[in-house]
């Protein structure tokens, strides 16, 4: 199955008064693997270059659990960081759909089959509150 994110929330922190710029948390949809943070810290670095606006922004440590947590983000680069952000994110789950279609094992059903199984299940059992 492929890996997939989506952004669920965003907050805002403010730095120390030295510092240029906000903490912003993007809260993720789930934990992303090593290889998906590094596929998505690579695209961004390549996608940020030549836009204004993001000289003090840092990503060490981009993907921390469930969060991307990106330093020194400016007012002025909110509207270019923000698409650049979902765009990333997309092509990236984009690139480790494509990937893990290539590298899929044969399944003895199809994957809409087994969604169809799992989701009758969950209908007849979700009147039941299994406690006694």
């Given at each position: 199955?492929a ?23 993007v ?8 290889r998906?943070s590094?596929?998505?810290?690579a ?47 997309d ?5 480790h ?9 044969p ?23 299994g406690?006694?």
């Amino acid at each position: 199955m492929a890996e997939i994110h989506r952004i669920v929330a965003v907050r805002g922190e403010p730095l120390s008064a030295d510092r240029v710029g906000v903490r912003v948390r993007v809260r993720l949809s789930g934990c992303p693997s090593v290889r998906w943070s590094n596929t998505l810290q690579a695209r961004l670095a390549g996608d940020l270059v030549g836009q204004r606006a993001v000289g003090h922004l840092t990503r060490n440590e981009l993907v921390q659990g469930d969060e991307l947590i990106l330093e020194g983000v400016e007012t002025s680069a909110v509207e270019g960081l923000a698409s650049t952000l979902r765009i990333a994110i997309d092509a990236t789950n984009r690139a480790h759909a494509q990937q893990t279609e290539a590298i899929a094992e044969p399944t003895n059903v199809p994957q809409r089959e087994a969604d169809a199984i799992a989701r009758d299940i969950g209908s007849g059992a979700a009147g039941a509150d299994g406690c006694e």
